[in-house]
């Protein structure tokens, strides 16, 4: 797994995680959208300071963006789509 493939996985992994959608990631990391879906579709090639920004906005190290996953963990599965309820009802 090369380093832009291990960031991606990472990024999602996280995001899931963390149950945050790709726009709340964005807006957190204070990036485009876009962005975030092609920084997780191997699409660009983010520099020091985007994998800073996400990574703090995933409240991780930038290392663990590069963690490579265990020989067994299965790949990340997108968030179920459709809007995610407010936190204030």
Same mark, same amino acid.
């Given at each position: 797994?090369?380093?832009?493939?291990l960031v991606?996985?990472?990024?999602?992994?996280?995001?899931?995680e963390?149950?945050? *959608?790709?726009?709340? !990631?964005a807006?957190l990391? =204070?990036? @485009?959208?876009?962005y975030?879906?092609? #920084?997780?579709?191997m699409?660009e090639?983010?520099?020091?300071?985007?994998?800073?920004?996400?990574a703090?906005?995933?409240?991780? *190290?930038?290392?663990? !963006?590069?963690?490579?996953? =265990?020989? @067994?963990e299965?790949?990340?599965k997108? #968030?179920?789509?459709?809007?995610?309820?407010?936190?204030?009802s």
């Open positions: 797994m090369d380093s832009r493939e991606a996985w990472n990024m999602r992994r996280l995001r899931v963390r149950k945050l *959608s790709q726009e709340k !990631l807006e990391a =204070a990036v @485009d959208r876009t975030v879906s092609r #920084l997780e579709r699409m090639n983010p520099s020091i300071g985007i994998l800073d920004k996400v703090t906005a995933l409240s991780v *190290s930038i290392a663990e !963006l590069f963690v490579p996953p =265990a020989q @067994d299965a790949r990340p997108p #968030l179920k789509a459709g809007r995610r309820p407010s936190s204030a």
